[in-house]
């Protein structure tokens, strides 16, 4: 049986690779070639063992044979378990060919795909949205690395250009199903000013009048870095526009808001004295207190209105303080809000002055006084302190609708 069992053991290379069966992967009998190789040095080294041993009688002929025995079991184990993960490789492979259709369809849904200049020029002689979207995937695929280049910033400002175009190519929800939020939280998270303001801007194409990509913002973890953002004074003057779309009608992403950010924001906005300035400042709180009585009620208790009309008295007076003013008031539903403004009798003076020839926001104004003074109660107030008087100076259409509705008190 000895003599039997060696004749089949593999003495060189040749005969180990003849003796791996043909059906056995390459992988697999590189592995199995190692394994023989190893376990016939072992047999050699106890073969001399034996011999030496054999001298002082400790091991029988019959023990040697059931190790040798033993040895050629392993040999013959892991021959069959190399020949079972080639099995297994194959079978992943074919099921991975199958799912997707091809080895080349395989290669194809590696993230990397083409550089950004490339896949930019893809999309622009793209002419049908399957043409461009396997393109703008690989763009959003290239956003939100930990070190942003400008390659980056032009995928970004290729992507808002896309949204704002008339192009039907692609739409705010195919890039939020794409993942470009988790791409943009990324990057809003680098301090570097052209990623955020190139990240926001985005941002505020996604969410332009459109309800669903608000709601997904806002429960995205991109709305909190929103959020932490919102008294980022350059952010506000920057991109006025993209942030209003973000916040505007948006009540999943403003009830994130902390009452500290309330604070700040009048802080910084009742500061200003350039016209630009105060029109984008105002521009921006006026879409996050539309509808919002959180902020209606929050910028109340922080003053806002009374800091509005000082910064009315001492500044560069724009139309978008007093569509603040209005928003603030909910519009005319926001009593609180009215109530604090009428009684203040520094705010009617204001207001009061206002209402001349010369008045650069003389027709809000006029708007103004007539959205508080929706009853003769708060008429009366308002009269007191001057504005029928102002009025009637007045060559003025929404003046001469006041003064009619006055004549019924």
């Known amino acids: 049986r000895m003599e039997k069992k060696q004749k089949k053991q593999p003495s060189d290379d040749g005969e180990v690779a003849a003796a791996i069966p043909d059906r056995i992967t390459k992988t ?58 080639g099995e297994d490789e194959k079978a992943k492979e074919k099921e991975q060919i199958e799912a997707v259709g091809s080895l080349e369809a395989v290669a194809d849904t590696k993230p990397a ?94 969410a332009h009048d459109n309800d669903e990509a608000k709601v997904s913002i806002g429960e995205h973890k991109v709305g909190k870095t929103v959020v932490s953002l919102l008294a980022n004074e350059k952010l506000i003057q920057s991109q006025t526009k993209a942030l209003c779309s973000i916040w505007c009608d948006n009540p999943t992403l403003w009830k994130l808001i902390p009452d500290s950010q309330y604070k700040v924001l009048v802080k910084y906005s009742c500061a200003l004295t350039d016209g630009e300035l105060i029109s984008n400042s105002c521009t921006f709180l006026t879409a996050l207190t539309n509808h919002n009585l959180k902020a209606q009620d929050a910028f109340r208790h922080a003053k806002l209105i009374s800091k509005l009309f000082e910064q009315l008295s001492r500044s560069e007076q724009v139309a978008e303080e007093f569509l603040l003013l209005s928003a603030l008031c909910g519009g005319g539903d926001n009593a609180k809000a009215i109530e604090e403004t009428l009684k203040s009798k520094k705010n009617l003076k204001a207001l009061t002055y206002l209402l001349s020839e010369s008045s650069p926001v003389l027709t809000e104004a006029i708007s103004f006084v007539t959205l508080l003074g929706d009853n003769s109660k708060r008429r009366k107030q308002l009269n007191s302190a001057g504005a029928l008087t102002a009025l009637k100076k007045l060559d003025h259409e929404g003046a001469s609708k006041y003064l009619e509705i006055c004549k019924s008190d």
Do not use: W, Y
């Open 113 to 206: 795909g083409l550089p950004i200049p490339a896949t930019i020029a893809a999309i622009d002689e793209g002419d049908t949205a399957s043409d461009v979207a396997p393109h703008v995937a690989t763009l959003i695929q290239h956003i939100g690395s930990t070190t942003p280049s400008t390659g980056e910033l032009s995928a970004i400002e290729k992507l808002s250009s896309l949204l704002s175009s008339s192009s039907k190519c692609v739409s705010q929800k195919s890039l939020v199903t794409m993942g470009v939020l988790d791409s943009l939280a990324s990057m809003l998270e680098h301090t570097a000013e052209n990623f955020q303001h190139a990240s926001i801007q985005l941002l505020g194409e996604v």
């Open 28 to 85: 697999s009998r590189r592995k199995s070639l190692k394994n023989l190789r190893s376990l016939t040095s072992k047999k050699e080294k106890k073969e001399k063992d034996r011999k030496s041993e054999k001298k002082g009688g400790e091991e029988t002929e019959t023990e040697l044979e059931e190790k040798e025995i033993e040895q050629e079991d392993e040999v013959e184990k892991e021959a069959e378990k190399g020949e079972e993960e």
